[in-house]
């Protein structure tokens, strides 16, 4: 160790020498020994040799550039900060050395040669050591430095050779600020110096440490670079790596777009450089995802004369890389779920989805049968048609059953590089076979009863549920509830299999993401016809139920008011009872006056299931009636929905039909009039439940025979003070039909 640190320790102490040509046989030497040595890359960082890389690098750029003027017939060159100056007038040249004493007089110290349209001049200027520079000047304009350009190339080749060492390398040459400087280089004109800039950026940001952020905390950066991919196949390989990996968010998308992505990278589809093309299809895929407007456009974008789509569908053929046919598959489905290509589109049905399903095959690399399997799992998820196509080519349903047959049986002495594979790509493949699972049954009794028939398929997916990886539970979970969607597997496969257990102790202890699929799960299995209901409602699943509704999270506030609404669907008064008790009052009219309409329209639902049967209706309104009343009349009174006034005025129903709670109606006026405003509204359902709640006061069916009927008139009468039965006979000639019905139905009581 002490001998690779002394040796490490030689090629820092170089950088540091007085003569420039040592200096840059020493960062030759470091770059020679540092390929290939991961342990020669982390001393050279720990002894410092980043930031003076960088140092040299940035010396390169400021102090020694060249500066060149033309003055009409005067060509004048500078080498600031250092002591040559050549100036050509008209036929004189003369040369002066400022700061030091040119020893060697009698040498020849400088020489000219014109060559066609080039001039090229050699100087050598001994300052203590050999100093070399050569100046080409090419049709008057063009300055070029080589010394200091090979110099600045070679410590940007070391600095992407310590970036190809491990993430700890990464992120000292992040923490040293390698990124600004090398994007300071790509000014220089040198396209040798420019393309190792590139490179090492590439290699730095391709890196899951470094922070994508970077490339965009200038705004000229990104004009820039795409100024750069015309000027080689190198530039544009690199530029348009860097935008794929750079490219995390839809704002990103934005940048990259505004800034003319698609007119820039589009022409490189059809570049001779396999490596060019590969990187502009990755570089669209990034792009087209879940991106209308990118998608949008990319759909009418033209290259030498063919629409894009059908570019990426020539990359589809079967005889290109399998990498070619995938990334093509990729932009199309993005394309396809943005809608710019419509789902029954040829290019979708003939040769996407086949496509996709031939890399879900046995003979496919693992990696590419968990790509090809995500993305199928992606252009399917909404639609019917195109799962019920995928179902039924080339047995796919079948062929997915394969996912789970890894690591393999092959014995760990025999074969230990295959299964250090298998065992890497196992919680991948799992995950993308249950996803794919997840999307094809997400619609479709058929296919959902072919996929439960797989062998042992429920066994699958009930150990998918408390495997160590959060992803496989994750997507576990997700063809759990994809499947959950069937009556009859609720009734069948979900009962014999017991699957309430382990889904019950994945809610115990998950992340947001994983609770919001679970619980979304146990809603459909808490469906009055599901076997499960019983045995979930003895686990003591309320409790977990009503913290759910105290979530940041509105997708779990709707799912736990949700599951609790099915659990109140029909149920005893014991259950009631334990729903409002474990809920509170002041948690449930907190839900009442939740921001997220979909938390209130199941928190309305809830109480509408709670406020059903007299004995219950009458019950809760006696205790929490109040309460209750004021809900109703703020949502009434509010700015909210049809649906979810709709939802309001069937509660209202409800409480209408109590024996003893509908007086809790009759003697507030405030709500009789609003429920009188929403008869005459101009919106049917809402007539219509309105009308429930009248046609319920008014009619009769309480305790004795003589009580009833004078309740009963009394309700009548000052219903008729009121207007309603003016309102009801209106309503009987109304358009609806439903609306038409029930009106006759209360005129009826009313003569009764």
Not at 670 to 684: E, F, P, R, T, V
Request: charged share 20%; with cysteine.
């Amino acid at each position: 160790m002490q001998e690779v640190t002394a040796t490490s320790r030689h090629y820092v102490d170089r950088l540091f020498h007085p003569d420039p040509q040592k200096v840059l046989q020493g960062v030759i030497d470091m770059k020679n020994a540092v390929i290939g040595n991961n342990k020669q890359k982390a001393n050279l960082i720990v002894l410092g040799a980043v930031p003076r890389l960088l140092y040299l690098l940035q010396q390169g750029l400021s102090s020694s550039e060249l500066k060149t003027e033309v003055l009409g017939s005067e060509l004048r060159t500078e080498v600031l900060g250092s002591e040559l100056r050549t100036e050509v007038l008209g036929s004189e040249l003369r040369t002066e050395v400022l700061g030091s004493e040119l020893r060697t007089e009698g040498a020849v110290v400088l020489r000219t040669e014109v060559l066609g349209s080039e001039l090229r001049t050699e100087g050598v200027v001994v300052l203590g050591s050999e100093l070399r520079t050569e100046c080409v000047v090419l049709l008057g304009s063009e300055l070029r430095t080589e010394g200091a350009v090979v110099l600045r190339t070679e410590c940007v080749v070391v600095l992407g050779s310590l970036a190809m060492g491990t993430e700890n390398n990464i992120k000292s040459l992040v923490d040293c600020h390698i990124i600004p400087a090398l994007l300071q280089g790509l000014v220089c004109p040198d396209l040798i110096f420019i393309e190792a800039c590139l490179r090492c950026l590439r290699t730095v940001f391709i890196s899951p440490v470094t922070p994508v952020q970077l490339l965009y905390t200038d705004p000229t950066v990104i004009p820039h670079l795409m100024s750069l991919l015309s000027r080689s196949p190198r530039t544009q390989d690199y530029i348009t790596q860097i935008f794929s990996h750079c490219c995390k968010t839809p704002e990103h998308q934005t940048v990259l777009f505004n800034h003319g992505a698609i007119q820039n990278i589009a022409p490189m589809l059809i570049s001779l450089s396999y490596k060019v093309r590969m990187q502009a299809l990755k570089c669209f895929s990034v792009l087209a995802y879940e991106n209308t407007q990118v998608s949008m456009t990319l759909v009418n974008v033209l290259v030498d004369g063919d629409l894009l789509s059908q570019v990426f569908v020539r990359m589809l053929q079967r005889d290109l890389p399998i990498e070619m046919q995938l990334t093509a598959a990729k932009c199309l489905t993005y394309m396809c779920r943005a809608g710019a290509i419509r789902t029954d589109d040829r290019c979708i049905v003939l040769k996407t989805l086949p496509c996709l399903v031939r890399m879900c095959s046995k003979e496919r690399l693992l990696e590419e049968r968990v790509e090809g399997a995500e993305t199928l799992a992606y252009l399917m998820e909404p639609d019917v048609e195109l799962q019920r196509i995928a179902s039924v080519t080339d047995h796919l349903v079948a062929m997915l059953a394969d996912y789970f047959k890894y690591p393999s049986s092959v014995s760990a002495i025999t074969d230990i590089k295959r299964l250090d594979h298998d065992l890497k790509h196992a919680h991948e493949l799992r995950q993308a076979a249950f996803k794919l699972y997840a999307s094809l049954g997400s619609n479709d009794e058929d296919i959902r009863k072919k996929i439960t028939e797989t062998e042992n398929m429920m066994d699958r997916i009930v150990s998918g549920l408390s495997e160590s990886s959060i992803k496989v539970r994750l997507a576990a979970v997700r063809c759990l509830h994809s499947l959950s969607r069937s009556v009859q597997q609720l009734r069948t496969s979900f009962h014999d299999h017991a699957v309430w257990k382990p889904l019950m102790k994945l809610l115990q202890n998950a992340p947001d993401e994983v609770l919001v699929m679970a619980s979304s799960t146990l809603c459909n299995l808490l469906l009055e016809f599901s076997p499960s209901k019983e045995p979930i409602l003895e686990s003591g699943v309320v409790e977990l139920l009503c913290s759910l509704t105290q979530s940041d999270s509105p997708a779990l506030r709707v799912n736990g008011i949700w599951a609790l609404m099915n659990m109140a669907f029909q149920a005893d008064q014991k259950v009631k009872g334990e729903i409002v008790r474990a809920l509170g009052t002041e948690q449930l009219f907190r839900l009442l006056s939740d921001p997220d309409t979909n938390v209130l329209m199941k928190t309305l639902g809830l109480l509408r299931n709670l406020l059903s049967t007299r004995p219950h209706i009458d019950q809760i309104m006696s205790s929490h009636g109040k309460q209750i009343m004021q809900a109703v009349t703020l949502i009434l009174e509010g700015e909210h929905s049809i649906e979810v006034k709709e939802q309001t005025l069937c509660i209202l129903a409800n409480i209408a039909d109590g024996n003893t709670a509908k007086e809790l109606i009759m003697t507030n006026d405030d709500i009789l009039q609003k429920i009188k405003y929403y008869m005459g509204h101009s919106n049917a359902k809402l007539q219509l439940a309105a009308t429930f709640c009248i046609s319920n006061l008014i009619w009769n069916e309480e305790g004795s025979e003589a009580d009833a009927m004078t309740g009963c008139q009394e309700r009548q009468d000052k219903l008729r003070e009121l207007g309603f039965v003016d309102i009801l006979h209106k309503l009987t000639q109304a358009l609806d039909p439903n609306l038409c019905e029930r009106a006759k139905t209360a005129m009826q009581h009313y003569l009764a």
